[in-house]
């Protein structure tokens, strides 16, 4: 018998949310997001049910992000409503779960990257663990950080969420709690027990006492370079800054960018440095850079190279940061129909 891709049951005082492909790392598929907001919004009125709690099943961690190769294949096929149809509905989740009334508890344990984020950093309590690895990983597939990561990222400490979204660098459990991307820090080896005391406790009072002592956040002790160099207001600017720096983290991180999507990188810069109001701004500007993105950016080319013909050697169009003008950057950002209605 096939196994379902969600796991939905009610623990003490607690619904329970758990991802379970583990085999695909839990990436979210559509099924998977439509049976979450069937779940939210079924217990968003039940009494007895007191908090809601996202986890993972396997050992490898919580979500790798959303089943980008069916996003691939149905786009190349020239099928744009899965994604469409996809990201209008994640994103309607991801605001769900920001403004839920009870408490939303992410276990972010091991890898937490890109809808991983959506599903847990919106919420009211998020845990991370030794384990974790976070990130929004998108423009190394010719991407733009969406599920709300762009209004994340963006209110991170001086230029850190710039870096993040900019080299698709994952992080860990101390630097998510620096970059307020999470709350609490608890031992990995407990998590089973946080969960059983979640069930027949006050939130707040169970996280506390499961309290672990946090490591220093590496991000921290680079903010100097970081935020010297990512305050420039362009792509181009931001990698002479990094090229000019002492550091050798610096310089590294420069070539590393000079590999990735020249229209994700001017877009994702753009998209960071917009006004947003609110979690839902944010989520609507990302739904038309995602499609666009499908239309007439590199994300098809992206995901093929790095995951269906897997030969790590994407043929970027425009090649060139150079050949990225405004005029193609502004294309990402124009109102379509279609776009979901978040609440």
Not at 75 to 90: N, Q, V, Y
Not at 302 to 314: F, H, I, M, T
Request: aromatic letters at 4%.
């Amino acid at each position: 018998m096939t196994e379902p891709e969600i796991l939905l049951r009610e623990q003490g005082s607690l619904g329970r949310i758990t991802l379970n492909r583990p085999k695909a790392l839990n990436s979210l598929t559509l099924g998977m997001v439509r049976e979450m907001m069937r779940a939210v919004q079924q217990w968003r009125t039940a009494e007895h049910v007191q908090a809601i709690l996202i986890d993972g099943a396997g050992e490898r961690g919580l979500c790798a992000g959303g089943d980008v190769r069916a996003l691939h294949d149905a786009a190349k096929a020239g099928d744009e409503s899965l994604p469409a149809t996809f990201w209008s509905e994640e994103y309607q989740l991801n605001s769900a779960l920001a403004r839920y009334p009870k408490p939303v508890i992410g276990i972010m344990d091991g890898i937490c990257m890109g809808g991983g984020v959506g599903i847990t950093a919106h919420g009211s309590h998020r845990v991370v663990t030794e384990r974790s690895k976070i990130g929004m990983p998108e423009v190394g597939i010719g991407f733009v950080p969406d599920v709300g990561g762009t209004y994340l990222l963006s209110r991170t400490p001086g230029e850190l969420g710039t870096h993040l979204a900019l080299t698709g660098a994952s992080i860990g459990g101390a630097d998510a709690l620096h970059c307020g991307l999470a709350d609490h820090y608890v031992d990995s080896g407990n998590l089973a027990e946080l969960v059983e005391a979640l069930a027949g406790g006050e939130v707040d009072d169970v996280l506390r006492k499961f309290a672990a002592p946090v490591p220093a956040a590496p991000l921290a002790a680079q903010q100097e370079w970081i935020d010297a160099a990512y305050s420039a207001g362009t792509v181009e600017e931001i990698l002479r800054r990094l090229r000019e720096r002492p550091e050798e983290a610096a310089r590294e991180t420069a070539e590393l960018i000079t590999r990735l999507s020249p229209t994700a990188l001017k877009v994702t810069l753009r998209s960071l440095r917009s006004d947003f109001d609110s979690l839902e701004q944010a989520l609507t500007q990302e739904f038309r850079v995602s499609m666009a993105c499908v239309r007439i950016g590199d994300f098809v080319e992206g995901v093929r190279a790095a995951l269906v013909d897997k030969d790590r050697n994407p043929q970027w169009s425009p090649s060139q940061l150079s050949d990225v003008d405004e005029s193609r950057v502004e294309k990402f950002f124009a109102p379509i129909a279609g776009e979901p209605n978040l609440v």
